[in-house]
């Protein structure tokens, strides 16, 4: 039992144990996002957690997002955020306030906090060693908002093997260095297909698919790929649900075992949903 895990208040019961060995020495990739950045206490809380993870042998890949900042420094700058179905719409202004804002004010700052709890970290972009490959997601040539072309996850083996926990902004290039905003829960599920990750993990600002989204007494925490996609059709899933629902049907269906939509705002949500029978998300498998 490591000190982390010794130090650490959540309750480790004979439960929790059992499911911490089943997953030693597994990839899992989580992507944080939402109003679960905004509060200070609730971001350091999410990390410790994640690196608590990390110190029990569980090879960890953090991709972030920052849309709150993102937004809160384009109207500093008079510009107004654009969306379509959830997803940003990126002129050549915001994609440099995009670059900016996740590559070095967020990015750098998640990597102080695991820094902090002594979990070696290290900072990337999709830009680096063309970690992502983008390609645009419109043939509007004035919209930087890319998709993912190609992963080369090298870098992120060559890390992972030396105990690095790589933390990943969803900023990348096309092959002739021009700068794309990409969605992170695309990236973070290109990443999750590409390194054959036992998890995806979207820990977010929601409680995870809802029949009410007003309720979240209406929690469904057991899905499969036609439960989803019924929901949609149906109405039940929209906006910005779309993106993370899609990137975790597009695991799902590319070998990864399962895809989890966690509250990142409830203390322990992460360990209770990883490491109890009972969890507290929503779980998506084929």
């Known amino acids: 039992m490591s000190n982390f895990m010794l130090s650490h208040p959540f309750y480790f019961s004979a439960e929790t144990i059992s499911l911490i060995r089943?997953?030693?020495?597994?990839?899992?990739v989580i992507k944080y996002g939402g109003s679960?950045?905004?509060?200070?206490?609730?971001?350091?809380?999410?990390?410790?957690d994640i690196a608590l993870l990390s110190s029990l042998g569980i090879r960890i890949v953090l991709v972030h997002g920052g849309g709150y900042l993102i937004d809160s420094w384009l109207e500093?700058?008079?510009?107004?955020?654009?969306?379509?179905?959830?997803?940003?719409?990126?002129?050549?202004?915001?994609?440099?306030?995009?670059?900016?804002?996740l590559s070095g004010q967020v990015n750098k700052k998640i990597v102080s906090l695991f820094n902090s709890t002594n979990i070696p970290a290290i900072g990337l972009s999709g830009k680096d060693t063309n970690l992502i490959v983008a390609s645009p997601i419109s043939k509007d040539s004035e919209n930087f908002t890319g998709t993912v072309n190609k992963v080369n996850i090298r870098i992120l083996n060559t890390l992972l093997s030396n105990g690095f926990l790589p933390v990943v902004s969803s900023v990348a290039s096309n092959?002739?260095?021009c700068t794309y905003n990409i969605n992170a829960d695309t990236i973070?599920?290109?990443?999750?297909?590409?390194?054959?990750?036992?998890?995806?993990?979207l820990l977010s600002d929601i409680p995870g698919v809802l029949t009410d989204r007003n309720n979240p007494e209406t929690l469904i925490k057991d899905l499969n790929v036609a439960k989803v996609e019924?929901?949609?059709?149906?109405?039940?899933?929209?906006?910005?649900?779309?993106p993370k629902v899609?990137?975790?049907?597009?695991?799902?269906?590319n070998n990864v075992k399962a895809a989890h939509i966690v509250d990142g705002r409830l203390r322990y949500s992460l360990l209770h949903e990883l490491f109890t029978y009972r969890r507290v998300g929503?779980?998506?498998?084929?």
């Open 22 to 28: 089943k997953y030693v020495g597994a990839t899992f």
């Open 36 to 48: 679960a950045m905004k509060d200070d206490l609730v971001q350091r809380n999410v990390i410790e």
């Open 76 to 101: 500093r700058l008079n510009l107004i955020p654009r969306f379509e179905n959830g997803v940003r719409v990126t002129d050549a202004q915001t994609v440099e306030v995009v670059e900016m804002v």
């Open 175 to 177: 092959s002739l260095g």
């Open 188 to 201: 973070a599920s290109s990443i999750a297909v590409s390194l054959h990750a036992e998890k995806f993990i």
């Open 230 to 242: 019924d929901l949609k059709s149906k109405g039940f899933i929209k906006d910005g649900m779309i």
């Open 246 to 253: 899609d990137s975790c049907l597009n695991v799902v269906k």
């Open 282 to 286: 929503s779980r998506i498998v084929l």
